[in-house]
């Protein structure tokens, strides 16, 4: 699944909800070039979830362009601090690839 541009704003906050078993790419626009912005996630308890945060746009992902990653799966909602290089990121969810894999995540604006 593709989700197009989001923007953050001062205060914004991303929520895209859950998904269960599936995937998804999504592109945020910082804001600024560089920085530090707190991600929130929860993959559930259940299977493991691949959550990978890229320091670029959609088409310029690569293992080298990757700032944060999991491979688990979580109990409740977690938080971590990401220091960023790029105007744009691009957070990618890779489910367990079974139907009762359900995850959700939130990017903050950045500080």
Known sequence: MYHSLAYLANGDVADLGDNAGGNS?????MGKKSG????KYNTGD???DIVRVYDCIKSEMSSSKI???INEASDGLKSVDIP???SIITVEVIG????DS???YFVECPN
């Open 25 to 29: 790419v999504q592109e945020f626009n």
């Open 96 to 99: 367990g690839g079974n139907i």
């Open 84 to 86: 960023f290089n790029n």
């Open 102 to 104: 359900i995850w959700e």
């Open 46 to 48: 259940q299977i493991a």
């Open 36 to 39: 530090s912005f707190v991600l």
């Open 67 to 69: 700032i944060w990653q």
